[in-house]
């Protein structure tokens, strides 16, 4: 079992809103946070925040704050990641990814979405 | 603010040669909280090694990390042709942080 699977491609126009799904199975969605890092295209991997799956508390990267929300379904074991405001710049894959509690690493990746924004 | 700097940008190598990548942080990092991922094209990362030098499960033994401080080292001792692929150290502080990567790529 695949312990995240991310939800399909999305084509954005500039200035719209996009919410992507990152599905946990196979483990206790509590043991881990959940996180999302970008991709743009050819570049190197940006973290843009994070969901504690328990509390539902949250934190952000100073740059995506005010444009990114992410929630959580702890009935479905599904996180939500909402970033709006979209411009070609965020044209990248997001990737969900977790970490166990009281380590420091992504121990495991969803296979990440595209998003593509252009008019 | 922490940086991490990884060189070379781009190591070209044949299959059996060793590699040695490096990741530099702009000061001295908890080793515990240093871990290294692996990137094939098309690919989602994956996790190689963490607190600096443990093996991830399933990461053959011919993958090893070292290092402390500021200085970490991400050494493949034996290019196989599946190890060809973008190689990234990241560092937990306050939040995740990602080095540059290097590019691997056969020569």
């Known amino acids: 079992q695949v312990p995240l699977v991310q939800s399909g491609a999305e084509m954005k126009q500039p200035g719209a809103s996009v919410k992507l799904s990152c599905k946990a199975s196979?483990?206790?969605?509590?043991?881990?946070?959940v996180h999302w890092v970008r991709q743009a295209p050819g570049q190197g991997l940006e973290w843009m925040g994070l969901?504690?799956?328990?509390?539902?508390?949250?934190s952000y990267a100073q740059k995506f704050q005010g444009r990114l929300i992410v929630t959580r379904d702890t009935s479905t074991g599904t996180v939500f990641m909402d970033l709006s405001g979209l411009t070609s710049d965020d044209t990248a894959v997001f990737y969900c990814?977790?970490?166990?509690?009281?380590?420091?690493?992504?121990?495991?990746w969803g296979q990440g979405t595209l998003v593509a924004v252009s008019s | 603010e922490i940086v991490l700097t990884q060189s070379p940008d781009t190591l070209s190598l044949s299959p059996g040669e060793r590699a040695t990548l490096s990741c530099r942080a702009s000061?001295?990092?908890?080793?515990?909280?240093l871990a290294w991922y692996q990137q094939r094209p098309g690919q989602a990362p994956r996790l190689l090694v963490s607190?600096?030098?443990r093996r991830a499960t399933g990461i053959p033994d011919r993958f090893s990390g070292s290092g402390s401080g500021t200085d970490f080292t991400l050494t493949i001792k034996r290019l196989e042709p599946e190890d060809f692929a973008v190689y990234y150290c990241?560092?937990?502080?306050?939040?995740?942080?990602f080095g540059g990567g290097t590019k691997v790529e056969i020569k």
């Open positions: 990241q560092h937990y502080g306050s939040s995740p942080l």
């Open positions: 000061q001295s990092v908890i080793s515990n909280y």
């Open positions: 196979g483990y206790t969605f509590t043991t881990h946070y």
């Open positions: 969901i504690d799956p328990t509390t539902g508390g949250t």
């Open positions: 990814a977790r970490v166990p509690r009281d380590l420091r690493h992504f121990d495991f």
């Open positions: 607190g600096a030098s």
